[in-house]
């Protein structure tokens, strides 16, 4: 693959799209690599960190420190007097550092939200411009979902 361009197994790198998934192993010290492609799609500074958002099982969102500030204030500011508010912004928000390589270095914890553990591997999806991480299992258990988002679309293709 030439760097920059999206890889050859893609059937739309040749449209402007503002989407992109691929699952992606772990390499060493537990990072995810950024493809090209990815780069291209969202703002992330390098190096930098970026902020998860676990609420949601199998799933994380990534968004930056800007756009977390708001919530990191107010949860600091409830925290200060409520232990269990900490415990809860703990156990929801994860920090992610960025390498100056574009490698997004996973925690245990967030390692453990994704089930990447075990099988380390994580789904990288990008949509509007949002970076999100997924479980492989939580993806392929939505996949049916997608696919009838498109099954009028393909009605015509060959070979069904």
């Known amino acids: ?5 999206p890889p050859a197994w893609n059937p739309f790198r040749a449209h402007d799209l503002r989407a992109w998934t691929e699952p992606v192993i772990l390499a060493t010290k537990d990072r995810v690599s950024l493809p090209v492609a990815v780069r291209n799609l969202v703002d992330v500074q390098c190096p ?4 998860a958002d676990m609420s949601k099982p199998g799933v994380a969102h990534l968004v930056t420190e800007a756009e977390f500030a708001e919530t990191h ?3 600091a500011a409830a925290a200060r007097e ?5 415990l809860a912004a703990l156990d929801r928000f994860q920090a992610v ?4 390589e574009y490698r997004l270095v996973l925690s245990v914890a967030l390692r453990s939200h994704l089930d990447a553990i ?3 591997i994580v789904r990288l999806v990008v949509e509007d411009k949002r970076l999100v991480l997924w479980s492989e299992a939580a993806w392929q258990s939505g996949r049916a979902d997608r696919l009838s988002l498109i099954n009028s679309f393909t009605q015509s293709v060959p070979g069904q």
Do not use: E, F, W, Y
């Not at 693959?1 to 361009?5: I, V």
């Not at 930098?48 to 902020?51: A, C, Q, T, V």
């Not at 550092?97 to 100056?100: Q, Y």
């Open 1 to 5: 693959m030439t760097a920059g361009r």
């Open 97 to 100: 550092p960025v390498t100056a």
């Open 82 to 86: 409520n232990a269990s508010v900490a």
């Open 118 to 120: 075990q099988v380390p």
């Open 48 to 51: 930098g960190r970026l902020i």
């Open 73 to 75: 204030d107010t949860l």
